[in-house]
């Protein structure tokens, strides 16, 4: 008790000091050896025992986590490390590498300045590392290398010493190729990894030594003397000589960037209001006594203290009972207990100045991505935009009826909690609709309602969420409100693919300013008049107003955006979500009296015009696909590209590398329920496999009636699908 309570104070002393201070990100693929490495971090800081680390697991507390053997919630520590002397403050995220939980990994990019991308020296890159490689350069965090594992290398494969050598120095230059293409400005200025300047380790986590080229000069201990090393089963000794620990955190101290270094470019990236404004200055320079602005980036519920709001303070200094404002929501918040975390356990303490993650409690209408801040009217920083999309729901139910009240609690908790889930009440039949990035998300999503929360439920099994799309243009077509008074002229057309990107990206949103965002879509290619007139972004979906002085439509423009929001959230075609569509106001006609213009009236036409024009425009359905990675022996491999091709899948590149062959494919999502069993009795087991989200792409002609039939019969719908003018004639 007494090393941790020592721990907490050093901890303390360290947080005022901004250039003392490395906010960090571990990130990789899955089995990479995240968590293993984290273990080894912890030990040298004297927070776990050293004999246990690689093994303790520390930072995945969840019994889940431990059960399943993989990180599923990111977790944060922050602990000290000397260097030269002095000593430095590391506030580390954990995160996990399964592609379910990529948005925690996307979550905790923004509360960082660096990532230490961490990359299993057999297996070389995988999908999920260029994944998380992204999201680190897109968020502006500057990457370090681990190699992990070099001892598998030597013992399992037997390559020689040069043979390690070369292939170590082929993993870099891959890692170097993919930051180069991925953001080729943070390339230029330097954000490349090399191990002569001591920006790449090596060494393997589970029997805790690392080396580096600083390193080396420091102990004398080359790449010829590890080989050995590790030949003669001595890891422990090398472990004593070259603790992984210093390896690694030399590095991140070195290399990685302070808040104050930091923030200057990471706020820039991430808000949009004024650089030269008060607030805009106190963030740049991460100053303690300026207004606070903070991000939140993850929500828990703590059974004692309520939820607890994570996040980055970008300046400022958090207190207990001060009040706070938070984006989005009237009234003020006042802050409770302010704290930082030690892997699972929150530690109170007085005050955390700017440049720290900081945990709160107290922040009541806080969600993930909101801004909170003591100024009454500071510009919101972005929403976190997430790579992937739900696109596996499930239907759940409480068993006993007794529960009911307290599931729709539960189910609000857990989507506050994790916002990469979507939920929704299905009105016609009384379910509750689960979406989330896949199988594995929602069955642990589930266990945790019936474990963490108390409440026992029933699933269905999982259907796929589609999307509906319009294939082109329509209009204008005439929607007139129920009393005849108001009449909407609507065109309809499929949203090019550069402005989809945009609005996926994150790049263009309505939080950011006009001009800037009318620049963007002119460059993405959309007409001028086009880019002035966009009042509201639904998912991927736009509305632009092309009208010209017309009376009192401003004062109903919220209310025609309702209707607008309806249709994309359910679409004419089945109720599904829609993508991609371009909604163009062209004319209206509008009653003077404000009584004959209420919700009512213009919802209904609104909503009416658009169900009516995308049907004329061709309304069609896409489906999503999972790209899908499977790394299998030659012998299997027959068994594997035929198991995709008969779901429906493409073979998409394949490529050998010794015995084993790695084939890339892309697979639709309804396809891939199961996929575990079935590859493993494909291939005798011995396959090894992961999936990425790819998109959505429109289903085989041959199916899209069967699709839209299953899918209105499972919401209880009409079997036929309404046609335009039996949507008009409605109102």
């Keep these: 008790m007494g090393r941790r309570k020592k721990m907490v104070e050093r901890v303390v002393s360290l947080m005022k000091n901004p250039e003392h201070i490395r906010n960090i990100g571990i990130v990789a693929h899955i089995d990479h050896g995240k968590t293993t490495l984290t273990d080894n971090l912890l030990a040298g800081?004297?927070?776990?025992?050293?004999?246990?680390?690689?093994?303790?697991?520390?930072?995945?507390?969840?019994?889940?986590?431990?059960?399943?053997?993989?990180?599923?919630?990111?977790?944060?520590?922050s602990m000290v490390h000397e260097y030269n002397g002095e000593e430095f403050l590391i506030n580390l995220i954990d995160t996990p590498g399964h592609v379910d939980f990529g948005g925690d990994v996307t979550r905790a990019m923004r509360a960082v300045d660096g990532a230490v991308v961490v990359i299993d020296a057999v297996e070389g890159t995988m999908p999920q590392t260029e994944t998380v490689l992204r999201q680190a350069l897109k968020e502006q965090v500057q990457p370090v290398l681990f190699i992990n594992k070099v001892d598998r290398l030597i013992?399992?494969?037997?390559?020689?010493?040069?043979?390690?050598?070369?292939?170590?120095?082929?993993?870099?230059?891959?890692?170097?190729?993919?930051?180069?293409?991925?953001?080729?400005?943070?390339?230029?200025?330097g954000w490349k990894v090399s191990a002569s300047d001591g920006t790449v380790a090596f060494g393997s986590a589970l029997y805790n030594w690392a080396i580096s080229v600083p390193m080396m000069e420091k102990t004398n201990i080359g790449f010829a003397d590890v080989y050995n090393y590790c030949q003669q089963e001595r890891q422990t000794d090398l472990a004593q000589k070259c603790p992984l620990y210093e390896a690694v955190n030399d590095m991140v101290i070195r290399h990685l960037p302070n808040p104050v270094t930091a923030q200057p470019y990471r706020v820039s990236t991430i808000w949009h209001g004024d650089i030269e404004s008060d607030i805009g200055e106190q963030m740049t320079k991460a100053k303690e006594d300026g207004d606070l602005a903070f991000m939140v980036t993850d929500i828990r519920l703590d059974p004692h203290a309520g939820e607890v709001a994570t996040g980055r303070l970008f300046s400022g200094t958090f207190k207990r009972g001060m009040e706070v404002n938070i984006s989005g929501s009237?009234?003020?918040?006042?802050?409770?207990?302010?704290g930082i975390y030690m892997g699972s356990e929150r530690v109170e303490v007085e005050s955390i100045p700017a440049?720290?993650?900081?945990?709160?409690?107290?922040?009541?209408?806080?969600?993930?991505?909101?801004?909170?801040?003591?100024?009454d009217d500071m510009t919101p920083f972005e929403s976190?935009?997430?790579?992937?999309?739900?696109?596996?729901?499930?239907?759940?139910?409480?068993?006993?009826?007794?529960?009911?009240?307290?599931?729709?609690?539960?189910?609000?908790?857990?989507?506050?909690?994790?916002?990469?889930?979507?939920?929704t009440l299905n009105e016609e039949t009384g379910e509750h609709l689960l979406s989330g990035m896949g199988e594995l998300h929602l069955e642990v999503i589930g266990h945790r309602i019936e474990r963490d929360k108390g409440v026992e439920i029933s699933t269905s099994p999982p259907i796929v969420v589609y999307r509906e799309a319009i294939q082109k243009h329509a209009g204008p077509v005439e929607g007139k409100s129920p009393n005849r008074h108001n009449k909407f002229y609507i065109e309809v057309e499929p949203l090019e693919p550069e402005v989809i990107d945009l609005i996926r990206s994150g790049e263009i949103s309505m939080?950011?300013?006009?001009?800037?965002?009318?620049?963007?879509?002119?460059?993405?290619?959309?007409?001028?008049?086009?880019?002035?007139?966009?009042?509201?972004?639904?998912?991927s979906n736009i509305y632009l107003d092309q009208t010209k002085g017309i009376q009192h439509l401003n004062e109903t423009m919220e209310l025609i955006l309702e209707g607008f929001e309806e249709v994309m959230q359910?679409?004419?075609?089945?109720?599904?979500?829609?993508?991609?569509?371009?909604?163009?106001?062209?004319?209206?006609?509008?009653?003077?009296?404000?009584?004959?213009?209420?919700?009512?009236?213009?919802?209904?036409?609104?909503?009416?015009?658009?169900?009516?024009?995308?049907?004329?425009?061709?309304?069609?359905?896409?489906?999503?696909?999972q790209k899908v990675f499977i790394y299998v022996p030659q012998d299997q491999m027959g068994g594997a590209t035929k198991l995709i091709q008969g779901k429906r899948g493409i073979i998409l590149n394949m490529s050998s590398e010794g015995d084993m062959t790695a084939v890339e494919s892309k697979a639709p999502v309804a396809e891939l329920f199961g996929f575990a069993g079935d590859i493993r009795s494909s291939t005798e087991g011995r396959a090894m496999w992961s999936t990425e989200f790819a998109g959505f792409e429109p289903i085989p002609s041959n199916l899209i009636q069967e699709t839209i039939s299953m899918i209105r019969e499972r919401k209880g719908m009409k079997n036929e699908i309404p046609k335009p003018q039996d949507i008009l004639e409605t109102v």
Excluded: W
């Excluded at 009237?330 to 302010?338: A, E, S, T």
């Excluded at 409690?361 to 909101?370: E, F, Q």
């Excluded at 002119?522 to 639904?538: N, P, Q, S, T």
């Excluded at 404000?594 to 004329?616: D, E, N, Y």
């Design 155 to 189: 013992n399992e494969l037997q390559v020689d010493s040069q043979e390690m050598q070369i292939r170590l120095g082929k993993l870099i230059d891959h890692v170097n190729k993919l930051i180069k293409g991925m953001n080729e400005e943070s390339y230029n200025k």
């Design 45 to 77: 800081a004297g927070m776990i025992s050293s004999e246990l680390s690689g093994s303790q697991l520390f930072m995945d507390s969840d019994e889940e986590e431990q059960d399943r053997g993989i990180t599923i919630d990111s977790a944060n520590v």
């Design 355 to 375: 440049g720290n993650i900081a945990a709160v409690t107290g922040l009541k209408d806080a969600i993930v991505g909101s801004t909170v801040t003591t100024k």
């Design 384 to 423: 976190i935009k997430h790579v992937s999309e739900p696109v596996v729901t499930v239907a759940v139910e409480a068993k006993h009826m007794k529960d009911l009240p307290k599931l729709v609690e539960v189910l609000r908790q857990v989507n506050k909690e994790d916002p990469t889930l979507s939920v």
């Design 570 to 625: 359910a679409g004419p075609l089945a109720n599904e979500p829609c993508m991609g569509v371009k909604v163009k106001l062209v004319d209206a006609k509008l009653h003077e009296d404000t009584i004959h213009r209420g919700p009512a009236q213009v919802i209904p036409a609104s909503r009416q015009a658009i169900q009516a024009a995308m049907l004329m425009g061709d309304a069609t359905i896409l489906e999503p696909y």
């Design 511 to 539: 939080r950011m300013p006009e001009l800037e965002r009318r620049n963007k879509l002119i460059e993405a290619g959309m007409d001028k008049e086009e880019a002035k007139g966009l009042v509201d972004i639904c998912e």
């Design 330 to 338: 009237p009234g003020k918040n006042r802050v409770q207990q302010v």
